[in-house]
Nanobody
């Protein structure tokens, strides 16, 4: 089993910055893709950014140039640096990780508990 602990959410004014963290722990052989999702009230959960084990990244168009996803493989931790925040970035942010328990094994996806990000305009 894998435990994910998110931190870093909060209330910030428009134009401000926040940094989210997601730390994974457990009997993990490897962590493959990691990602940040968000869900605003009344909307579907959407993928904000993702990063592969090799460091390749993708971003949804609305955050390109403002958000940066990164990971520290030694710490099994992923980050999301969010700059120039806008009111429309307000949502609950969830991290996800795809893990393997042994080489060549099935990949399992786990989710964090979510952290609230509120941007006031």
């Amino acid at each position: 089993q894998v435990q994910l602990v998110e931190s870093g959410g909060g209330l910030v004014q428009a134009g401000g910055s926040l940094r989210l963290s997601c730390a994974a722990s457990g009997n993990i052989f490897s962590i493959n893709a990691m990602g940040w999702y968000r869900q605003a009230p009344g909307k579907q959960r959407e993928l904000v950014a993702s990063i592969t084990s090799g460091g390749s990244t993708t971003y949804t168009d609305s955050v390109k140039g403002r958000f940066t996803i990164s990971r520290d493989n030694a710490k099994n931790t992923m980050y999301l640096q969010m700059n120039s925040l806008k009111a429309e970035d307000t949502a609950v942010y969830y991290c996800s990780v795809d893990v393997q328990y042994y080489s060549g094994g099935t990949k399992y996806r786990y989710w964090g508990q979510g952290t609230q990000v509120t941007v006031s305009s």
